[in-house]
């Protein structure tokens, strides 16, 4: 299994304000995703990550509110820009291996007030 | 589409009973994986079992089981003689990579509480 790191592990930030989350890898991997977990709720995709190529969003998650960067098989970025209080959620990162499997990263709490 | 349906959103038992979590999913396909993850108060995703939808065995871990049957298409979970620490949020989710490549959906959760 991979060994996620994300950073910061939690943040409080104020309205319209972006914060940017990290994700590092043990490994490399091919597909790294992005997940939200708004608070009491269960995980959403936000968008997949290939390196090499441009994220692919999930139906109601756009580019300019979450852009997101994959430099690298180990490392990518997801920025929550222009936050407001709806924003307040877990981001959690996950990298996947075919056969299908996910691991997760510790999640990033964020706040925003 | 693809679906998957917690119905228990919290439950509560005492400690060393025995608590089962249920899970039923849909999809279309034949081919797919399940799995249990275990979300601790800290937040973290603690990845517990993943079946293939070709491998209807139950599987024992431990003080953890799981019943998967397609008939009903369920994928049970049940912890025996409960502690405290399984006090979490679980998490059922469902991938079919041959239709939506490597996306997980997941269930919306079953909070257990482990009452000492």
């Known amino acids: 299994s991979a060994v996620i790191s994300q950073k910061p592990s939690r943040d409080i930030c104020q309205r319209g304000t972006s914060l940017t989350i990290q994700c590092q890898v043990d490994?490399?991997?091919?597909?790294m995703f992005w997940y939200r977990q708004q608070p009491g709720q269960s995980l959403t995709l936000i968008a997949t990550?290939?390196?090499?190529?441009?994220?692919?969003?999930e139906s109601g998650f756009v580019i300019d509110k979450f852009p997101i960067s994959r430099p690298n098989l180990t490392f990518s970025t997801l920025t929550v820009s222009n936050m407001s209080p709806e924003d307040s959620s877990i981001y959690l990162c996950?990298?996947?291996?075919?056969?299908?499997?996910?691991?997760f990263g510790p999640g990033t709490r964020l706040t925003v007030t | 589409a693809q679906k998957v349906t917690q119905a228990q959103t919290e439950i509560s038992v005492v400690e060393k009973e025995d608590v089962t979590l249920d899970c039923v999913y849909e999809?279309?396909?034949?081919?797919?994986?399940l799995f249990w993850y275990k979300q601790p108060p800290s937040g973290e995703l603690v990845f517990l079992i993943r079946?293939?939808?070709?491998?209807?065995q139950n599987e024992i871990s431990g003080r953890y089981s799981w019943n998967f049957q397609k008939s009903t298409s369920s994928f049970n979970f049940t912890i025996t003689a409960s502690q405290v620490v399984d006090s979490a949020v679980y998490f059922c989710?469902?991938?079919?990579?041959?239709?939506?490549?490597?996306?997980?959906?997941f269930g919306t959760g079953t909070s257990l509480t482990v009452i000492p």
């Open positions: 996950s990298v996947g291996s075919g056969p299908p499997e996910q691991y």
């Open positions: 490994s490399q991997v091919t597909m």
């Open positions: 990550a290939n390196q090499g190529s441009e994220a692919t969003y």
């Open positions: 999809t279309r396909d034949t081919t797919y994986y």
């Open positions: 079946r293939n939808s070709f491998d209807e």
């Open positions: 989710a469902l991938s079919d990579p041959s239709n939506t490549g490597n996306q997980f959906y």
